[in-house]
């Protein structure tokens, strides 16, 4: 069954580079560098180096002076494919002639499709411990039909664990890759990456390649326990109808609250740690259609008003948090995260440190 959705191998020209990596390779004798629609310029000579990076070398008969602002650059390469480079930016000058770029996204295409017809696409994942997973998972948590996530390891992008393949439209997949996206930093604490999506079909091929994020070079960090089988496959399961009725109801920003939370659990400063707590807590309580003001009453009442639509019981969390001397004036929880986050704020964080409980919890 899994030969039905086998990804094809990745078949490009590659360059081993100075540092002895090997990269995909691009040249074209032409190419067109565009600030917006009524600027542009002329490119020769151009060379095109992907991996974890994109990074184009070409000559420019045009000086600029302190000229930072983002371009595309767009070619045919020598071998027929259609590359656009997107938000680029100057790297290194001669003499005030720009000499090489880098990019943050680089699209390469072959032949023509429409957007309403089905492709098969693959949207691989970098970074994450899929050992405990099957090796083909039928995902139907989500809008599609079909839906798979699969094991896999790439001979030439060396990070890539697996990837969702299915076959659809573009209208229809989007918005379901950026919910899996948002899940997967969350439960990777942002180590895991969706930089790379390939979709075929007949003569048409499209490859997208992004920049990896922030934290794709950090050791893998789960939000979970996934050393039991199937924690990823069953974590989607699990949360994603919940993820997609929040998004849609928009009354709290829960892309900005995944950030944080993902943030949270790379933090090895217990200050910032409780600091970034402070805010997802502020991130929960603020209702986006109806935001007010923000002061310490009204964060707490918000926050006591949250634990009760969430069904939890603020005065066993009081009494749990009591029994491991997390106590304060006012003898509540929600006082001493409070009086923390003033704390740490203006500069007076030794009682903050009450919330580290105790040293079992290290």
Request: charge should be negative; charged fraction near 30%; hydrophobic fraction near 40%.
């Amino acid at each position: 069954m899994i030969k039905e959705y086998k990804c094809p191998e990745f078949e490009f020209n590659t360059i081993v580079d100075d540092l002895d990596i090997e990269k995909i390779f691009f040249k074209a004798s032409a190419a067109k560098l565009i600030f917006n629609d009524e600027e542009s310029y002329d490119l020769s000579n151009v060379e095109l180096y992907v991996l974890d990076d994109i990074k184009i070398n070409f000559k420019l008969n045009q000086r600029f002076i302190n000229e930072y602002r983002q371009f595309d650059i767009e070619f045919e390469s020598s071998d027929g494919w259609l590359v656009n480079i997107a938000k680029c930016y100057f790297t290194y000058f001669e003499n005030m002639y720009p000499v090489s770029a880098e990019g943050l996204k680089v699209i390469i295409t072959k032949g023509q499709l429409s957007n309403d017809v089905p492709v098969k696409y693959y949207k691989f994942i970098e970074n994450l411990n899929l050992s405990k997973e099957c090796e083909i998972n039928n995902v139907t948590c989500t809008e599609l039909d079909n839906l798979f996530l699969i094991k896999h390891k790439d001979k030439f992008f060396k990070n890539i664990d697996g990837y969702f393949y299915t076959k659809n439209t573009y209208d229809n997949i989007k918005d379901v890759f950026d919910n899996l996206y948002y899940l997967l930093k969350y439960y990777s604490a942002e180590s895991a990456s969706m930089r790379i999506s390939y979709c075929l079909e007949d003569d048409f091929q499209r490859i997208k390649i992004c920049l990896p994020p922030k934290y794709s070079n950090f050791k893998y960090n789960s939000c979970f326990h996934d050393t039991y089988p199937s924690t990823l496959f069953n974590f989607l399961n699990t949360v994603y109808d919940s993820y997609v009725r929040i998004k849609n109801d928009d009354i709290i920003n829960v892309k900005l609250l995944i950030h944080y939370l993902a943030f949270i659990k790379r933090e090895s400063y217990v200050e910032v740690g409780i600091l970034i707590s402070a805010i997802v807590l502020e991130v929960l309580t603020k209702n986006n259609k109806k935001i007010k003001d923000s002061n310490e009453a009204k964060f707490r009442s918000d926050l006591e008003k949250l634990l009760i639509k969430l069904n939890l019981d603020s005065d066993k969390l009081d009494k749990f948090f009591k029994e491991q001397d997390v106590v304060c004036e006012k003898n509540t929880f929600l006082s001493e995260v409070v009086k923390a986050r003033n704390d740490i704020v203006h500069g007076n964080a030794v009682i903050s440190f009450k919330l580290l409980i105790n040293d079992n919890f290290c």
